[in-house]
């Protein structure tokens, strides 16, 4: 059995939580200049676990064993929100580091290989899952060189600045893995909600957002009768409504919907609102439901066009993203981890949220495994999750990286 | 029978027309420089008329009749809306000084007083009606003093530019005035849409606004289950759709309600909103219907706020605004007017709208005479009125002024 070092792996969190500490939580975004520094200490400890390290040219850092043999691939991002949590993704990273340390460390595994990563802006600053999309071939040069923050910086002005402009890209050599894990916090309340401390995650769910935009007729609030009316605001308003009675009708237990932005034009209580939008999405791990959903919306807005007076087109918000199963066997591996250190103390339950794993999901067995958010909080400075949390989930993923890698070389 | 010169007032109405004209609209609003000169323009004129003028503290350009006896007073603004239209307040300014001139020079009525007006900032760039609240006492010092435009000038600055802060402010001498009379366009479509060529204002409506307050939890829209969220935007989605089917049952014939404002925070599309706001304002001349509106209101949102989970505030946005009722025996006169130059093509009908009227309605008997708007447009450079309807307009006003000035004095 192998036995992860508790203070050892809390310590790492700590130290890697001063990088943009900001009260309780991080502001540590991609390409930062805390960001950036934050890698050169993660270097340094993957040194010091005796793995060869390689900071690329999209500013993923990457450790890879010395041992021979196929290897496990684990990581996740280091990056944060503008206002992260101080666990997130660096909790995948440092338990990814101190499974590997424990497995070098414990001598019947000592021989395994394990690759670890923390993948560059999951979170989105420039590019959502750049690291993780450019380490797969999943990128393209336009989408790079097109991709800026907020404050319209460029990525390629933010790699320049790094260093890292003439530095080699690394790519992944499918045939050097195994498997990929990644732990991260739920950053939901289903586990608190279950009263459960591990989520072994089955799928990370698809998610297709949709934007609508209502062109009716800008007017004067006093003196144009309703039945004049092209009144853009109450035809968002009845089609919003209409929407979520019918999803509620034709939702699965693990599918969310959510109207998250909302606007009229011109936005005063004394005007009829000539213009109005909206952004919906939803998201579940089974693509027929997407569908459903999906075509229930073009119904609807269907049938608003043709009721009027109000005008309404729809189209996608970026790319349709697909749903990705985790591997069942993998997950056996998890569920037995799991049952030896906290006997039925864990859950199998979909991602919500996506994450670098998605990305690795159609090239490599994947899996994942989740600790609980307090109060389901994430990106948040007020986001975190117990220590013993943080253990337990470490403990159990060491225990199925061993067994993963004894019954696959 | 007095009678109009068509030339003489569609030509006045275009040289006020220059003082901001901006493509088919104007830009004048109160106390910029081209309002300013328009002033000193407008005094030109009503001197020319006969009339002895005063330019007061406030900004009012009043020209007063020099004959003995009670006065009619005529009036309205010509101010503009930052985007306003070229009539809009100008023609009842304009038509009431074509009605003090013509009743000066017929024969019949050349002894007869009329007074007239252009009442300043009607529109509120600083702050609405305040030169005829100003004229009839109903203004505070307190809110003259706090009142700014939109880029932070003060009221007090203002008219310090534009040298009246030593000018006294005039006030009314309501035993001077047998009535007060304004023309105005119409503001909306019920005019065209009923064929008809002149409105006799019955009312003007009362106005009342609500703020709605949404609060709930902000929350990840992929991680956080549908029965765990407190989604301040469904709840007003769903609030406001509930307002709407309640008010269709219970509004009467000229009752308009309109959702103007709203707006979710954070405003992403993959965070469930955790605050959202709206405002609500509806408008009728019967104020029991006002009171059965804002009773549902307040019921809606007591039963939203037992259902939950998201808490709901609702406060009054500004004083609520009580129905002004124009004078019966003035609108006979109006309406005897109207048959005589238009029989059959006038109708009765509450103003959706606010006028400087509704500050004189409980002060002096009050009537309002409106001409159509070509395609219910207003408050936009597009706004505009047929030659004919101007004259017609102008016309009736002169006959009914005459036959009231004869009936009261």
């Known amino acids: ?42 270097i340094g400890k993957m040194t010091e676990a005796g793995l060869h390290v390689q900071e690329d040219g999209i500013g993923n850092v990457i450790g890879y064993s010395r041992n021979s043999g196929q290897a496990l691939l684990m990581g996740s991002h280091t990056d944060t929100q503008p206002e992260g949590g101080w666990l997130d993704g660096s909790l995948g990273v440092i338990s990814a580091l101190e499974v590997a340390r424990t497995l070098l460390e414990s001598s019947n595994t000592q021989y395994r290989a394990v690759d670890i990563a923390s993948w560059m802006d999951e ?24 991709a800026k923050d907020r404050n319209g910086l460029t990525l390629t002005e933010a790699i320049h600045a790094a260093g890292l402009n003439e530095v080699p890209v690394a790519r992944i050599d499918p045939g050097r893995y195994v498997a990929y894990l990644e732990a991260h916090i739920e950053q939901g309340a289903r586990l608190v909600s279950a009263k459960k401390h591990i989520g072994v995650v089955t799928a990370i769910v698809g998610i297709r957002s949709f934007k609508l935009v209502f062109t009716g007729e800008q007017n004067h609030a006093g003196t144009t009768p309703m039945q004049l009316r092209k009144d853009a605001g109450m035809a968002l308003i009845r089609l919003a409504n209409d ?4 999803y509620r009708k034709i939702s699965g237990d693990t599918t969310v919907w959510t109207i998250g932005h909302v606007k009229f034009e011109p936005g005063s209580h004394s005007i009829v609102p000539g213009h109005a939008e909206m952004m919906l999405q939803f998201r579940d ?3 027929r439901l997407l569908d ?8 609807l807005v269907a049938m608003g066009k043709k009721t009027g007076p109000v005008e309404i087109t729809i189209e996608p918000l970026g790319a349709p993203i697909p749903p990705a199963f ?19 103390d864990w859950i199998c339950m979909p991602s919500g949220a996506g ?8 090239i490599l067995p994947t899996a994942m495994l989740f600790v609980p958010s307090i109060g389901g909080i994430s990106h948040n400075f007020a986001e975190d999750t117990k ?6 989930g470490c403990q159990v993923f060491a225990t199925a990286a061993a067994s993963i890698l004894k019954a696959h070389t």
């Open 1 to 42: 059995m192998v036995k992860i070092k508790p203070k050892r792996l809390l310590a790492d969190l700590h130290e890697l939580r001063k990088f943009g500490a900001c009260g309780k939580g991080v502001v540590r975004t991609a390409f930062s200049q805390v960001d950036l520094d934050s890698r050169q200490w993660l």
């Open 123 to 146: 979170e989105g600053t420039f590019c959502g899952l750049l690291g993780s999309r450019s380490f797969c071939g999943k990128i393209s040069p336009e989408v790079i060189a097109n």
């Open 243 to 246: 929407i979520d009675a019918v």
């Open 285 to 287: 791990p089974d693509s």
């Open 292 to 299: 459903r959903f999906e075509a229930a919306l073009y119904d």
């Open 326 to 344: 985790m591997d069942d066997g993998l997950q056996e591996h998890i569920v037995r981890a799991a049952e030896t250190h906290a006997p039925g």
């Open 355 to 362: 994450h670098d794993a998605m990305v690795f999901a159609d």
């Open 387 to 392: 220590e013993e949390d943080i253990v337990l």
